[in-house]
């Protein structure tokens, strides 16, 4: 990363932060994506933004909710079942300031996860929502009744008639692993970790759910509809990059770009609009 660069990212971090010592997911995805158009690598982007977040005692709201995942998946892999004293530990140990740090998670961000973890994952819960009960209630709520109706029509469709010949089905949790490698993929979208680091990546899940359901039977246009949503990022990044006279990197985003395998025709018209074919 040049001077003029890592000046301009640090000073970025610091406007972000000096205020409350907290680097929120949103603006964490807005410094990452500047950062990018200014051709700095992801690795290297987020090396400095680590860097900084040590240095001034502030936190990442990403990486704070990571750890929580974490735990709750450490709690309840084996029972399904998050119990009050597991529950409690979770969130104290993320909204609590660790040692050198000025701040912890934001309390309604940490309920909130674990809300929609154990609703995503089927996870029983013995431990009330601290805050938000009513709407963290009729979502719970509103989720199961989802849940049924698509057990029912599920069900109905296995036992109907006329309907073709159906994939391959997959098992109930490789359905669950898809729908959560899915949502984890969303989430590395709106933090800009699209293909790197490799292995906490959009890419990564995406691959995942390749390995999983390698016919496209289930939830196939959620999954193409994210690859293309990152393709088109790739695509404005390389115009970004080509306006500014940089061939070289319009050539580096559209080889990230191809690595989803989708658009590829949008892809190959993007590189010969801007000369830089393979």
Not at 196 to 217: G, T, V, Y
Not at 255 to 272: F, V
């Amino acid at each position: 990363m040049e001077a003029d660069q890592r000046s301009w990212l640090e000073n970025r971090l610091h406007a972000a932060v000096d205020d409350d010592f907290y680097l929120d997911r949103d603006e964490e995805k807005r410094i990452k994506e500047e950062a990018a158009g200014r051709g700095m690598a992801i690795r290297d982007i987020e090396t400095a933004i680590q860097t900084e977040l040590k240095k001034s005692g502030a936190v990442s709201e990403r990486l704070l909710v990571d750890e929580l995942e974490r735990m709750l998946r450490q709690f309840t892999d084996n029972d399904r079942l998050l119990d009050r004293k597991e529950e409690r530990d979770a969130f104290d140990h993320v909204v609590r300031p660790a040692a050198g740090k000025r701040k912890g998670l934001d309390p309604q961000v940490a309920e909130a996860h674990v809300a929609s973890f154990c609703r995503v994952h089927g996870i029983r819960r013995q431990t009330a929502p601290r805050t938000l009960s009513p709407l963290v209630i009729g979502g719970i709520a509103a989720a199961a009744l989802i849940l049924v109706v698509v057990a029912l029509l599920t069900f109905g469709r296995s036992e109907g008639e006329g309907i073709g010949p159906i994939p391959a089905a997959l098992s109930q949790s490789d359905k669950v692993r898809v729908d959560d490698d899915l949502r984890r993929a969303a989430q590395y979208v709106d933090q800009a970790q699209y293909t790197d680091p490799p292995e906490r990546s959009a890419k990564a899940m995406l691959d995942d759910i390749a390995l999983l359901d390698p016919q496209s039977s289930y939830r196939s246009e959620d999954v193409n509809s994210l690859k293309r949503r990152i393709v088109d990022h790739y695509l404005a990044l390389a115009d970004r990059s080509a306006g500014q006279r940089d061939l070289d990197g319009a050539r580096r985003w559209l080889d990230r770009a191809r690595l989803l395998k989708a658009n590829d025709e949008g892809i190959r018209e993007k590189a010969r609009q801007l000369g830089v074919e393979p």
